[in-house]
């Protein structure tokens, strides 16, 4: 089965712009993960969605970040306006069904340089 | 916030047994334990779950005491290419709160 997809793998910009990643679940995946991972660190959840629904976005910076999940399938994370401290590894994951002990399967993620 | 400890980094050799613990002393009382491993570049990649006592797959072991506030990855005669991070998740406690979170990370050198 195809995994989960994620775009672009790459962007710079400069702090102050915007900035959006999107993410493509594996399909059937009702449950979908944002992760902000900085560089040494292990992954931070930043919202946690369930089909269209939010389970927990407790640390996610809601004056500069959003996310959204049209139709309970694809995601998108926006950033607006970046920060220096911005920069990291943006991850998304899917598993199928809200509970912990189901498996996270992740994308390769979208590396972010704010300058 | 919930706190997971692990060692930041591991040495070991090819052919050796390599065990990381990972600590979280306020686990959720029925969620399980996940291991990952991370390339560089890469999304973290499942290797083993667990709940309680012992659980082997094909690549790992994970041992859990019974308090289940740490848990132990066991990785028997590691190779070059198990050079990783390995990270634990658990769904930690946190001000009445269940939190996904994510240990540090410990960066495992496997040496010819």
């Known amino acids: 089965e195809a995994g989960v997809a994620q775009s672009p793998r790459y962007k710079i910009i400069e702090k102050r712009q915007s900035v959006a990643f999107w993410c493509n679940p594996i399909?059937?995946?009702?449950?979908l993960y944002w992760y902000q991972q900085i560089l040494g660190q292990g992954p931070k959840l930043l919202i946690q969605f369930q089909n269209n629904g939010v389970v927990d976005d407790s640390q996610l910076p809601k004056d500069r970040f959003s996310a959204e999940r049209l139709k309970g399938v694809d995601s998108t994370l926006k950033i607006q306006p970046a920060k220096l401290e911005d920069s990291a590894v943006y991850l998304c994951?899917?598993?199928?069904?809200?509970?912990?002990?189901?498996?996270?399967?992740f994308g390769a993620g979208t590396r972010l340089s704010v300058l | 916030l919930a706190k997971t400890t692990q060692p930041i980094s591991m040495d070991s050799y090819e052919g050796q047994e390599v065990n990381i613990t990972c600590s979280h002393n306020n686990i959720a009382t029925n969620d399980y334990i996940t291991w990952y491993q991370q390339f560089p570049s890469q999304g973290p990649r499942f290797i083993i779950q667990g709940y309680k006592t012992k659980v082997t797959n094909e690549v790992a072991s994970l041992f859990i005491p019974a308090d289940r506030k740490s848990s132990t990855l066991s990785l028997p005669r590691v190779s070059l290419s198990d050079t990783a991070v390995y990270y634990c998740l658990v769904v930690g406690m946190d001000t009445g709160r269940r939190a996904l979170t994510f240990g540090s990370g410990t960066r495992l050198q496997v040496q010819p």
């Open positions: 994951a899917s598993s199928s069904r809200d509970r912990a002990q189901n498996i996270q399967y």
């Open positions: 399909s059937g995946h009702a449950t």
